[in-house]
């Protein structure tokens, strides 16, 4: 924490103040605990309000917070100290950035289970000193300075000015209350219900294990709150997600189902895998927990469609993150003007939403000019201050860095989306495309892979990496393959196509390259433009434009190739009709 902004006072800070920081910080959008982080921090809070202020053993916090069994043992199992890392980390990450903005912290020492409230000084600028006929006087006032209530000549004026002061409070509460009538919906994320259970009595510690990895992994989205044990009770929650957990020596198997709350209906259902293959019952549970969570809480997954599919059309808020993440992956004209438009309202009523800003700024990149480039910088600058935690921050300041010709710098972003949420497809997709322009094939063609897990989920911009590898090792029937899979309004995924049917010499490329040309008039004078943004290896530039010259295409010559200016950029997303 920055002792340099404040000054930080460790005293007796009373019960209403520091229940009120409690219920401010629960509320605040910025901090972003898991259900089971809220309950210690309940757990800690209400032992310091009835005056315990000893620090609680790590058994009692197992036992009365997070569900284990008498038969619990801290040394053998650490969960409750990696929790409490977690939450000692998080509050600390909430408080360096935003602490200026309230007096009092809730603190967890180091090497102590206690709930510490401190006041914090917030620095404030000196009163205003006011010139009065060459007198400065100050406008602080204390309470022998304020003007007698009795004064007859002062009491009629302070009067008028506080029936002025209503009049204009009764107006402004008008105003607030059409603008409120009129206001559209606000959607935030929904809150999901886990059921997690084992038919095997005898798995179900392993099953147990098993569920704390995923809630931890599902943490780190922002497409959905986890809600758990009382919560559940208190109110309803939008979605309820069922597992059954099976296993073997061979595998280890979750059956799961989603239902929504609302209506009962069974959304989905399917069955995630994995098998031992030798490798340690840790690992196994892990790339389960894992695939759960990419299952439920990528943007592709079954709750964020139906979330997008069910909201009214006028909503703001998630809504807006969730059909811009879309819209930019289908690049479709129109959806992403709608997107860019409900952004921008959303932004408007919630500045600090650091999903918005970051889908706005990777929408921008696809209008691919300098304005739009400078305003999606600014935009995931603005992310990543607003909640440094966010991979969708960070992804969209890796995006923006990387339309900005700092490869480098853009892979660094990436790397750090990655750490934060090793589960989301849409990072790897980005981080893919980032390591292939830079000539890392291996680890490019490794990365879509990850992205690429399930068929349902993988991101466009991990297809088109896979058709990339495919073509640059010569494969060309694979590339043509995976290329048939990336959306058509891609420009990048059609001359893949037309390529790899010129280079195996089959039927359709002079076809395909004759409606591309006709939906993108003069592709081939800014094709080379195209590959600098880009910024393809020479040598693969080469043997793209070998195949599109098989197919009929006449490329500008070598010599009158573009300068390589990474603000110069070329549109990629264009209406493609068949």
């Known amino acids: 924490m920055n002792a340099g902004q404040h000054e930080t006072e460790i005293c007796r800070v009373s019960n209403s103040r520091a229940g009120a920081e409690l219920e401010r910080l629960f509320s605040d959008t910025r901090f972003h605990p898991t259900d089971r982080q809220k309950a210690i921090i309940n757990y800690l809070a209400a032992r310091r309000f ?7 053993k790590a058994y009692s916090i197992g036992i009365d917070v997070l569900g284990k069994t008498s038969s619990f043992d801290p040394a053998q199992d650490p969960i409750v100290r990696i929790e409490m890392s ?15 903005q309230t007096e009092t912290w809730i603190e967890i020492p180091r090497g102590r289970y206690v709930a510490q409230f401190t006041t914090h000084q917030v620095p404030t600028a000196p009163p205003q000193q006011i010139s009065v006929k060459g007198v400065a006087t100050s406008t602080s006032t204390s309470m022998n300075d304020a003007t007698p209530m009795d ?48 038919v095997d009595p005898l798995l179900g510690g392993d099953a147990s294990l098993t569920r704390d990895i995923l809630l931890t992994a599902l943490a780190q989205f922002r497409t959905l709150a ?28 979750g059956r799961w189902q989603i239902v929504d709350a609302q209506s009962g209906h069974l959304l989905d259902a399917g069955v995630e895998n994995v098998a031992a293959d030798g490798r340690s019952l840790p690992v196994v549970r892990g790339e389960l927990a894992s695939a759960l969570a990419s299952r439920l ?32 992956d289908d690049l479709d004209p129109a959806e992403l003007a709608a997107a860019t438009r409900c952004l921008k ?11 918005a800003l970051a889908a706005l700024s990777s929408i921008l990149l696809v209008e ?7 305003a999606s910088s600014d935009l995931a600058d603005q992310a990543v201050a607003a909640d440094p ?19 480098d710098a853009a892979i660094t972003s990436a790397n750090r989306a990655l750490a934060l949420n090793p589960n989301n497809p849409d990072v790897y997709g980005t981080l893919a495309t980032l390591l292939f322009s830079g000539g890392y094939w291996k680890a490019a063609a490794d990365m879509a892979d990850d992205a690429g897990r399930f068929p349902d989920l993988v991101p466009r911009e991990a297809l088109l990496v896979k058709a990339l590898v495919a073509y640059r090792e010569r494969e060309w029937s694979d590339a043509l393959l995976i290329a048939e899979q990336v959306p058509r309004a891609d420009v990048m995924g059609n001359v893949l196509r037309i390529a790899s049917l010129a280079q195996i010499e089959a039927q359709g490329a002079e076809q395909l390259l004759e409606e591309l040309q006709a939906q993108v008039p003069g592709i081939a004078s800014s094709f080379r433009s195209m590959i600098i943004s880009a910024r393809y290896r020479p040598e693969v530039a080469a043997s793209i434009e070998d195949g599109l010259r098989k197919a009929g295409a006449r490329l500008e010559s070598a010599a009158r190739r573009p300068p390589n200016n990474p603000g110069h950029r070329v549109a990629t997303a264009v209406p493609y009709t068949q």
């Open 368 to 374: 691919n000019d300098r304005a739009s480039l400078a």
């Open 50 to 56: 009835a005056g315990c202020e000893e620090p609680v």
């Open 151 to 198: 004064d007859p000549y002062l009491t009629r004026p302070r009067f008028m000015a506080t029936a002025a002061a209503a009049v204009l409070c009764l107006s402004a509460g008008i105003g607030g209350l059409t603008w409120l009538y009129n206001a559209p919906a606000s959607i935030d994320v929904p809150t999901v219900s886990i059921g997690f259970g084992s």
């Open 297 to 328: 809480g990528s943007t592709k997954g079954t709750i964020s469609l139906n979330e997008a599919r069910r909201s009214p059309s006028g909503a703001i808020g998630n809504v807006c993150t969730l059909r811009a993440e879309a819209a930019r």
């Open 389 to 407: 935690l966010s991979e969708r921050a960070h992804l969209a300041m890796a995006r923006a860095l990387f339309a900005a010709g700092k490869l």
């Open 226 to 253: 986890v809600v758990l044990g009382p919560a559940q009770a208190r109110s309803t929650p939008d979605y309820r997600v069922e597992i059954k957990y099976y296993g073997s020596e061979n595998d280890r198997t």
């Open 86 to 100: 977690r939450l000692r980390s998080l509050l600390e990450d909430h408080y360096e950035a935003f602490g200026h």
């Open 345 to 355: 309202r959303t932004i408007s009523a919630r500045p600090e939403d650091a999903s």
